[in-house]
């Protein structure tokens, strides 16, 4: 059940990117599926969810107003639209199933892990 992310890059301070997170053997539509963000020595650090129960989105009190998370429910694709980017944002995204399937807990479902992309933003 591992989902697979896409979309990161090298990029300018300032710069935006559009990460996507996707499934090829079974439908995104019925599970919260989070971002997370982990940079060397660091924790992975849960930045953004979205409810399957009510299409909820929660995120990361430092983030907010930059990040803008989605569903393309046609193509099986969770967005993460990033926007302002700094150089600080400099880590591996990751995309999982959220544990509690239904709701956002800010936790990722062991075996849902992909193997992140990269993201740069440096001048």
């Known amino acids: 059940v591992r989902l697979v992310e896409s979309g990161g890059d090298l990029v300018q301070p300032g710069g935006s990117l559009r990460l996507s997170c996707t499934a090829s053997e079974f439908s995104l539509d019925y599970y919260s599926i989070g971002w997370y963000r982990q940079t060397p020595g660091q924790e992975r650090e849960a930045i953004s969810c979205?409810?399957?129960?009510?299409?909820?989105?929660d995120y990361v009190e430092s983030l907010k107003g930059r990040l803008t998370i989605s569903r393309d429910k046609a193509n099986n694709v969770v967005y993460l639209q990033m926007n302002s980017l700094k150089p600080e944002d400099t880590a591996v995204y990751y995309c999982?199933?959220?544990?509690?399937?239904?709701?956002?807990?800010?936790?990722?479902?062991?075996?849902?892990w992909g193997q992140g992309t990269q993201v740069t933003v440096s001048s």
């Open positions: 979205i409810s399957s129960r009510d299409e909820k989105s």
């Open positions: 999982a199933i959220d544990k509690e399937y239904y709701y956002c807990s800010g936790t990722g479902l062991e075996s849902s």
